[in-house]
């Protein structure tokens, strides 16, 4: 099936006289990240050509579907989780690549509450099947195009309350955090669409000279304690920071490779100061 025809899945917010959050689906509804169950993580290693990482997808618990509307399909192309608060200014994007035969919706859960609190949050789906899940490709062009057609079907529907072209912050987990630097540092100088950069739990060691020529100002890097990646971007981290890319590592303690049951609380700060926040 053609990309521009394939229909991108969005969760509506809408805030209720006490001030608490509704949440809906358009055709198909997800819980909102209130109501979202820890994750569980299931470990994979990959071996990749000249590169030896594990790259593992967190298999989340499914959340339940809110009562009388079907779940969210898993061959959506993307889930899309708007802002908390509407408002007349365009609202900017986070983009999240879930990892090796990943979900987007177990990938993004931790992410919605410290997203949507600035903007939108768009999870789009690898174009290649795995392993009951998806992958992406580590080609920078053919992965640009699906989170492209993602972001454009969300301007669509949100009818230019979305600032898709600059300032946005493009995270990725393990295998999607390779293609998440691919899209980055593949771009040409001065392109400035993406602001801030958040890698987690990948080997892969971004390009200090090619952030900057993309336009990239901040970026976190993160893993857990126990996981073979922490250690190599621990270096990475300083490196970049030496060499003028602020750059913050994130611990997320004592855990192997996948998301932690706080990987919420511990990314929220960091997410914000990843966007531009002090």
Not at 85 to 97: A, F, Q, T
Not at 130 to 157: F, K, N, Q, T, Y
Request: hydrophobic share 40%; with cysteine.
């Amino acid at each position: 099936m053609k990309m521009e025809t394939r229909v991108v899945r969005m969760l509506e917010r809408s805030e209720s006289s006490d001030d608490t959050t509704n949440v809906r689906m358009l055709e198909r509804s997800e819980s909102s990240d209130n109501t979202t169950k820890r994750a569980r993580v299931t470990a994979m290693v990959c071996t990749a050509t000249g590169l030896a990482a594990m790259i593992v997808a967190p298999l989340a618990r499914s959340a339940p579907s809110l009562p009388g509307r079907p779940a969210a399909d898993r061959d959506d192309p993307a889930i899309v989780y708007p802002p908390r608060r509407s408002g007349d200014e365009p609202k900017p994007v986070v983009v999240l690549l879930h990892g090796l035969c990943g979900h987007p919706e177990s990938a993004c859960a931790p992410f919605v509450g410290a997203s949507t609190a600035h903007g939108w949050l768009v999870c789009p789906r690898g174009e290649d099947p795995c392993g009951g899940g998806s992958r992406w490709r580590l080609r920078p062009d053919e992965d640009s195009r699906v989170v492209e057609s993602s972001v454009a079907r969300v301007v669509e529907e949100a009818h230019g309350n979305v600032a898709a072209s600059s300032g946005r912050v493009i995270v990725g987990f393990s295998l999607g955090g390779i293609a998440a630097v691919r899209i980055v540092e593949s771009a040409r100088e001065g392109y400035g669409r993406y602001a801030g950069l958040v890698v987690i739990a990948s080997q892969v060691h971004p390009d200090p000279v090619l952030l900057a020529r993309a336009g990239v100002r901040r970026v976190v890097l993160a893993a857990g304690d126990l996981d073979m990646t922490s250690a190599p971007l621990r270096t990475d981290a300083a490196a970049l920071d030496r060499a003028g890319v602020p750059t913050r590592f994130v611990s997320l303690g004592r855990f192997g490779h996948g998301y932690p049951a706080d990987m919420a609380e511990r990314m929220e700060e960091p997410m914000s100061w990843v966007a531009g926040g002090d």
